[in-house]
């Protein structure tokens, strides 16, 4: 077991540098001149050499990784153009309305998607299964963010039971905030929701069919009991690694459903500072979230490997 | 594939209900590039933010532009980014899995930890990465799409060749003489083929949605262009005061969506044996 998560870690460290060499390649070398993208092509060849100098443009290009890498490691994404305050610290407070809404969304997902399976998948075949295949694949279809306007369009402005976006901080009181979240994570969870229950339908249906439901059946134990002890247990393998891997993709989600809500969030961040030029902004945000999904992706692994010994023994 | 047993495709449900859909849209689109009702670029100073009527059918936006005319060209930009997008996802997703199953050794774990790398770059993070630096274009869309769509088709092709490579018809080959390009384009990519077609079938209508989502960000198709998630962006400023504005461009996506995830789910049962029995 110990061998099998150090053979994962060391695959993340290695992972973790090629996201940074990725992100390193576009936004320095590719362009050829950053100077030039945050000042503009009309700068004074003097400020945009300043500027150079400053950035450390002016040095070989694997000299410059490893002094952006080290800094990024040390918690320094380097200083907003816009703001003048450390890129890390923007990105710490905007993660207050990101990670609630993220985590928010899951849990909406979460709470829908496996009781909906699970009863898709005891009503095999019945009109309960199709119903929920029906919503599943409706699910699949709407984009989130549309599915967001449209709950704008009848919460807020048919009903006007929600504000349509904004979000006035915590220090207003936990309830108005969640409150003010609630629209954006069911729109973010949508999708997500629809992926899992199908997941959690297949799933279930697969460990009904196993012989050792058959015995515990046969024994007389209560189809309660079936369900719970002997199907869900088995079932929540393939549903717990889903569910993972989704956290990740509702975090990229979140940029999307932030722009709906007018959240400010770290997807408007970084969608902000594109327009005002504000390269370390979007160079910091994106390294940021790229290696959060990496880091869920690899611990999903893990805690694969715990919960199911078959794999890890591979 | 079925031998002993003759498929008919038509009588699955799910297949033909996502092919009427696939259909309808593919004929939108043509239909668009030499008939629209309206020009889709043509305003009308007078008829801002109607809802739908005779001489609009689905209404007009706050430029007076016919809606219908902009849904039905808007199937064009889709289409095209769908069809670009999973090109270059499956094209090289395709080369770096072959390589790397068919080689093996340092090569793949090379390969293998970047696609990792980049499964932590969905479309919109690659998308925000590559507007900051170049401008926001329909182009980088397109490519920030693919690059998302690499290690699911560069896994898949990797995982058929590890699964292929030792089997008895491809050593027969090399017995023969084959090089290493004959066995892996001749022999043994042709073998692939079936879960590549389901997974591009799979990956066309997720493409769709990443392209909506994007130009819905202002990081896609630029304006005038029609394009529904732009269309969608527009509208959330005149949510009010025109709802169907906001409607029609996102039912076109949804249906579209629809109709390939049927498409695939039949196209799945009725390619994969495993499942069909």
Same mark, same amino acid.
């Given at each position: 077991m110990r061998r099998y998560i150090l053979r994962r870690v060391a695959a993340l460290v290695a992972?973790?540098?090629?996201?940074?060499?990725?992100?390193?390649?576009?936004?320095?070398?590719?362009?050829?001149?950053?100077?030039?993208?945050?000042?503009?092509?009309?700068?004074?060849?003097?400020?945009?050499?300043?500027?150079?100098?400053?950035?450390?443009?002016?040095?070989?290009?694997?000299?410059?990784?490893?002094?952006?890498?080290?800094?990024?490691?040390?918690?320094?994404?380097?200083? %907003?153009?816009?703001? /003048?305050?450390?890129?890390?610290?923007?990105?710490?407070?905007?993660? %207050? =309305?990101?990670?609630?809404?993220?985590?928010?969304? !899951?849990?909406?997902?979460?709470?829908?998607?496996?009781?909906?399976?699970?009863?898709?998948?005891?009503?095999?075949?019945?009109?309960?299964?199709?119903?929920?295949?029906?919503?599943?694949?409706?699910?699949? !279809?709407?984009?989130?963010?549309?599915?967001?306007?449209?709950?704008?369009?009848?919460?807020?402005?048919?009903?006007?039971?929600?504000?349509?976006?904004?979000?006035?901080?915590? %220090?207003?009181?936990?309830?108005?905030?969640? *409150?003010?979240?609630?629209?954006?994570?069911?729109?973010?969870?949508?999708?997500?929701?629809?992926?899992?229950?199908?997941?959690?339908?297949?799933?279930?249906?697969?460990?009904?069919?196993?012989?050792?439901? *058959?015995?515990?059946? !046969? *024994?007389?134990?209560?189809?309660?009991?079936?369900?719970?002890?002997?199907?869900?247990?088995?079932?929540?393998?393939?549903?717990?690694?889903?569910?993972?891997?989704?956290?990740?993709?509702?975090?990229?989600?979140?940029?999307?459903?932030?722009?709906?809500?007018?959240?400010?969030?770290?997807?408007?961040?970084?969608?902000?500072?594109? %327009?005002?030029? /504000?390269?370390?902004?979007?160079?910091?945000?994106?390294?940021?979230?790229?290696?959060?999904?990496?880091?869920?992706? =690899?611990?999903? /692994? =893990?805690?694969?490997?715990?919960? /199911?010994?078959?794999?890890?023994?591979? | 594939m079925m031998a002993g047993r003759s498929i008919r495709p038509l009588r699955h449900a799910t297949f033909t209900a996502g092919l009427t859909i696939t259909v309808l849209l593919l004929a939108t689109a043509a239909t668009s590039l030499v008939y629209t009702p309206r020009d889709p670029l043509e305003m009308s100073i007078t008829g801002r933010l109607q809802g739908p009527s005779a001489a609009n059918p689905l209404g007009t936006d706050q430029f007076g532009r016919d809606l219908l005319s902009r849904v039905m060209r808007g199937a064009v930009t889709s289409i095209l980014v769908g069809v670009i997008a999973v090109g270059i996802g499956m094209g090289v997703g395709v080369t770096l899995g072959m390589l790397s199953g068919y080689f093996g050794g340092w090569l793949d774990e090379a390969f293998m930890r970047v696609m990792d790398a980049v499964q932590g770059f969905p479309a919109i993070l690659s998308a925000l990465l590559m507007s900051a630096v170049f401008r926001p274009s329909l182009t980088i869309s397109m490519i920030a799409i693919g690059v998302a769509f690499l290690p699911v088709f560069a896994r898949l092709t990797r995982g058929s060749f590890l699964e292929l490579r030792d089997r008895e018809f491809v050593q027969a080959a090399r017995a023969l003489g084959a090089g290493d390009a004959a066995l892996i384009g001749r022999h043994i990519l042709p073998n692939t083929l079936s879960p590549l077609i389901v997974q591009a079938t799979i990956s066309f209508p997720v493409a769709i949605l990443a392209e909506a989502a994007l130009s819905y960000l202002g990081l896609g198709t630029q304006p005038p262009h029609p394009s529904w998630g732009l269309m969608l962006k527009e509208a959330q400023a005149f949510l009010s005061l025109n709802p169907w504005y906001a409607i029609f461009p996102g039912t076109a996506i949804a249906l579209t969506v629809l109709g390939l995830n049927l498409l695939g789910d039949g196209l799945r049962d009725l390619l994969d044996p495993k499942l069909a029995s």
């Open positions: 992972t973790l540098f090629c996201v940074s060499v990725l992100v390193f390649v576009v936004v320095r070398v590719l362009p050829g001149d950053p100077a030039l993208i945050i000042m503009g092509t009309e700068a004074s060849p003097e400020a945009a050499a300043r500027l150079r100098e400053a950035m450390g443009l002016d040095r070989p290009i694997p000299v410059q990784y490893l002094e952006w890498v080290g800094q990024a490691l040390r918690g320094d994404l380097g200083r %907003s153009i816009q703001y /003048d305050v450390p890129v890390a610290s923007l990105i710490v407070s905007r993660l %207050s =309305v990101s990670l609630p809404l993220t985590l928010m969304a !899951a849990l909406v997902m979460a709470l829908l998607a496996i009781p909906c399976g699970v009863f898709a998948a005891t009503h095999h075949r019945r009109w309960g299964d199709y119903l929920a295949m029906v919503l599943s694949q409706i699910g699949i !279809a709407v984009p989130g963010f549309w599915a967001g306007l449209l709950l704008i369009l009848l919460f807020s402005v048919r009903l006007g039971w929600f504000q349509s976006g904004g979000f006035d901080g915590w %220090s207003q009181g936990v309830w108005p905030a969640l *409150k003010a979240l609630l629209l954006p994570a069911v729109a973010l969870g949508l999708f997500q929701f629809a992926v899992l229950a199908r997941t959690t339908r297949s799933a279930v249906l697969e460990v009904l069919r196993e012989e050792y439901v *058959k015995t515990a059946r !046969a *024994k007389g134990a209560a189809e309660r009991s079936v369900l719970f002890r002997h199907t869900l247990r088995n079932a929540m393998i393939p549903i717990v690694t889903v569910a993972g891997i989704q956290l990740g993709q509702l975090m990229a989600g979140s940029i999307v459903l932030e722009s709906v809500f007018y959240l400010p969030g770290l997807g408007r961040l970084a969608l902000g500072a594109i %327009s005002a030029r /504000d390269l370390p902004v979007v160079q910091g945000v994106v390294l940021f979230v790229a290696s959060l999904i990496v880091v869920i992706n =690899v611990a999903v /692994d =893990v805690l694969y490997g715990l919960l /199911d010994p078959r794999i890890r023994y591979n | -």
